[in-house]
């Protein structure tokens, strides 16, 4: 019984998202930092690579680690109609399975995205994976099918000819579904059990790429669905709305975020909420220095760090004052992610800025992998794991 | 688990009869029975995720059967939606993914009788290529040169792919007429614009001249008929007259009261654009209608393929085929898809093409492109005819895509 137990106890401990792991978009709880040390700050195509993985089609979408295993998605052939989902091993990139769809919704988009844009999810024992098509699969860690959605079938409105890139989250059993679109707009709560819908609230009908953000409001947890028109918290277990704030320029495609009581509403300027006792959010302040653009911010200890057109800034979280700014160049489509008291900026180019954090920013290294570059790094256990257009990198320090 | 399965799907009338057939060739070790139970519920899996539970069952069972059930994998996607067949596509994958990593073999034999057998789903033809190819690299070479013609687009362009590595090749060596008689082999059995574009270039770099609208089934000539008002995005969802009938010589009120009346249009654009705002000049808020009258030789399938980034639908006959709200989000050729029969002789086609009221510097076009094709997408037989206005009046002319 003894033995029983402890292996199940080692059986959940292995199968599930735990320290260390980068389950979904921007990692833990769509922070955007990471808990890990010991990364390489220079590396290179063959530099301090632990492995690399030629990937089978186009992507944007992220890499997920948890359990081990490191998921990833990508899009092939004429006009990315075959959709896959990549299994690895995260320490030795054996590739563990590959699973192929055929794309149900129209794939047309902007040359920049890809129907592989959004990044999946994993709890540690599945993968949740969605494309722009509307299709929606999930995958035990081993690769068996538990359940398959074809959203644009359900919903022939959902898609655009820009291409869908908000990615899927997960609030404890329900997976947390934006799909905000000029034709048809909503927001999805699915069993993760079933793929059947727990819930389906609309949202307001534009084009929108904004990953929702899941926090705690109040004792129930909240999601946070941004559009350019307002920010509004649902319920996650039943889609009520806890609250919402109506503005105007407000980010569509980068990530709200939250620090202390404040919210954080990337925006031209972006806004800084609080949300009192009565549940209504107030502006904290706003700021014209943090001015949306692909790139989410985040926050570490107290300061927001967020991508401008040329650079870095950095702003206090409390006030929205400036600290400093620090310039990179051009280029970025990736969210910046903090590991060890770092920032790893990718640019488009292939290149990853790694700055030392502190009252002055201290660029470290600029790794170039001479590729096309458009996905947020993970960062997971001891490794950085960089998708470009062709490869999946594993970079790791060499013990 | 038969239990269970027979419970919830307790009759089997989905099963065509060439399943069964390959029921009955299945091996000892294979449960026919747990197979073709299993399959119905795959294919049984519904809106909204109705059915996932037990097709998730399902998949673990078929794919538990191991190699032997590659064939009832893909006969079974003769009758799928696009929704079974995504189930299907994957247990097959894991099959044979597991398969190959216990260093077991593939059926390759009955993988290539189902390629070689072109009545089959385009898509499980492709499928089981792919399967064969992880097995047998020389499959491509014996395969492929057969295929230029072939009713699976999939295969179609990876025969018109190797078709050109040919022609390159040919190229390469110096024999321009060995490589020009190549190129127009590849063109005959393409049908992705980025394959034509390649040959079309090959072509024209050799002194061949290549009518691309022609090739595609491209509509070139028009009556156009426009301002009627779309204010507020709302004359999308309004059905203006020339929705209840086309009268060539109508004169309409349109936008503002302004009488209007049809004019006629034809385009000489390789990928048969009519550019609206050079035809009618700049407007915003606006719905533009266009009209052409097609003969077919004989009743046919077809599928009338569109490319516009405005709010657009589509009428044959009568009929409204496609709808797509949507605006200034890109354009591509076969960007809108629906399927028709076009009727022997005379057929009305009808395009609705919305003009919204963005200001931006990028939504201000106003375009649309439709062309006449197979499944496949190679251009049908049809004629036009002009047809007489009070404007421009011509008669009699005709003209082939």
């Not at chain 1, 299994?87 to 149900?104: H, I, N, P, Y």
């Not at chain 1, 001479?370 to 001891?382: C, M, S, Y």
């Not at chain 2, 049809?262 to 990928?271: N, S």
Request: proline share 5%; aromatic share 8%.
């Amino acid at each position: 019984m003894t033995r029983l137990l402890l292996s199940a106890l080692l059986l959940l401990t292995v199968h599930s998202a735990r320290a260390g792991d980068w389950p979904q978009f921007r990692g833990p709880g769509g922070t955007g930092i990471a808990d890990a040390k010991g990364l390489p700050v220079q590396w290179s195509v063959t530099e301090n690579v632990r492995w690399c993985a030629e990937l089978p089609g186009r992507g944007v979408s992220s890499p997920v680690v948890a359990g081990g295993r490191a998921y990833v998605t990508a899009a092939s052939t004429y006009r990315e109609r075959r959709l896959h989902v990549l299994c690895f091993d995260a320490v030795s990139g054996e590739k563990m399975w590959e699973r192929q769809l055929a794309a149900t919704g129209p794939t047309l988009c902007h040359p920049k995205t890809s129907m592989a844009a959004p990044t999946p999810v994993t709890d540690g024992r599945h993968v949740y994976a969605l494309f722009a098509t509307g299709d929606l699969a999930a995958f035990t860690r081993d690769g068996d099918l538990l359940w398959y959605r074809a959203l644009q079938r359900d919903y022939p409105d959902i898609t655009n000819q820009v291409g869908m890139a908000a990615s899927p989250v997960l609030a404890g059993d329900t997976l947390l579904l934006p799909l905000e679109n000029a034709g048809d707009s909503f927001a999805l709560g699915v069993d993760v059990k079933t793929g059947r819908n727990r819930w389906k609230t609309p949202r307001r009908r534009d084009i929108n790429w904004v990953t929702p953000f899941v926090t705690r409001f109040r004792g129930k947890t909240a999601a946070l669905f941004q559009t350019a028109g307002d920010i509004t918290a649902y319920d996650t277990d039943t889609g009520e709305i806890l609250w919402s704030y109506k503005g105007n320029h407000l980010g569509s495609i980068p990530s709200p975020t939250f620090v202390e009581d404040l919210v954080i509403v990337p925006g031209t300027p972006s806004v800084a909420l609080r949300v009192g006792a009565d549940g209504n959010p107030q502006v904290a302040w706003k700021s014209h220095k943090l001015k949306a653009a692909y790139a989410s911010p985040v926050v570490y200890q107290g300061r927001i760090y967020a991508l401008t057109d040329i650079g870095v800034a950095c702003l206090d979280a409390a006030t929205g004052q400036e600290i400093w700014r620090e310039r990179l160049g051009t280029g970025f489509s990736a969210s910046p992610v903090i590991a060890d008291g770092k920032l790893y900026v990718a640019k488009e180019g292939g290149a990853t800025s790694v700055i030392q954090l502190g009252d002055k920013p201290k660029i470290l290294a600029n790794n170039d992998l001479k590729e096309t570059l458009l996905a947020t790094p993970a960062i997971a256990n001891d490794a950085i794991y960089l998708r470009t257009e062709k490869h999946l990198y594993c970079i790791a320090a060499k013990k | 688990m038969v239990e269970e399965v027979e419970r919830e799907f307790p009759d089997m009338r989905r099963l065509i009869s060439g399943q069964w057939l390959v029921l009955l060739l299945l091996p000892a070790s294979v449960s026919a029975q747990t197979s073709a139970e299993a399959l119905a519920r795959l294919q049984a899996v519904g809106r909204e995720g109705a059915g996932n539970e037990a097709a998730a069952h399902a998949w673990k069972a078929i794919v538990r059967q191991g190699p032997a059930v590659l064939p009832l994998i893909l006969q079974a996607m003769n009758d799928a939606d696009a929704i079974a067949a995504n189930w299907l596509r994957t247990a097959g994958d894991a099959i044979v993914e597991r398969t190959l990593a216990a260093g077991k073999p593939l059926p390759a034999e009955a993988l290539e009788q189902f390629i070689r057998q072109r009545q089959h789903s385009g898509a499980a033809r492709r499928l089981a290529y792919e399967w064969l190819c992880r097995i047998d690299a020389k499959a491509p070479d014996r395969l492929l040169p057969g295929m230029l013609q072939d009713p699976s687009p999939e295969l179609r362009r990876d025969a018109v792919a190797a078709a050109l590595r040919q022609a390159r090749g040919r190229l390469d060596q110096g024999h321009k007429e060995a490589a020009r008689a190549a190129y127009r082999r590849a063109l005959a059995g393409a049908c992705d614009k980025d394959q034509v574009d390649l040959i079309v270039k090959a072509l024209e770099q050799l002194g061949d001249k290549v009518d691309v609208a022609a090739h595609f089934g491209f509509v070139r000539q028009w009556l156009i008929v426009a301002p009627f008002d779309n204010h507020n995005d709302a004359g999308f969802n309004s059905a203006y007259p020339p929705e209840k009938g086309v009268d060539p010589k109508a004169v309409y009120k349109g936008k503002d009261g302004k009488e209007i009346r049809w004019v006629a249009v034809t385009t000489d654009d390789p990928y048969g654009v009519v550019n609206l705002n050079k035809e009618l000049g700049k407007q915003k808020g606006v719905v533009a209608y266009a009209y052409a009258a097609i003969e077919s030789p004989k009743e046919q399938p077809i599928q009338v393929r569109a490319g516009s980034m405005n709010g657009i639908k589509i009428f044959l006959n009568g009929q409204e085929l496609y709808h797509r709200d949507e605006y200034h989000h890109g354009m591509e050729v076969d960007q809108h898809i629906a399927s028709a029969t076009l009727k022997a002789g005379r057929n009305e086609l009808l395009v609705k093409v919305c003009q919204n009221e963005q200001t931006e510097d990028w939504a201000q076009e106003w375009k649309f492109q439709v062309r006449l094709c197979d499944a496949v997408g190679a251009a049908v037989p049809f004629t036009q005819r002009l047809v007489q206005t009070n404007n421009l009046p011509k008669r009699g002319k005709e003209a082939k895509p």
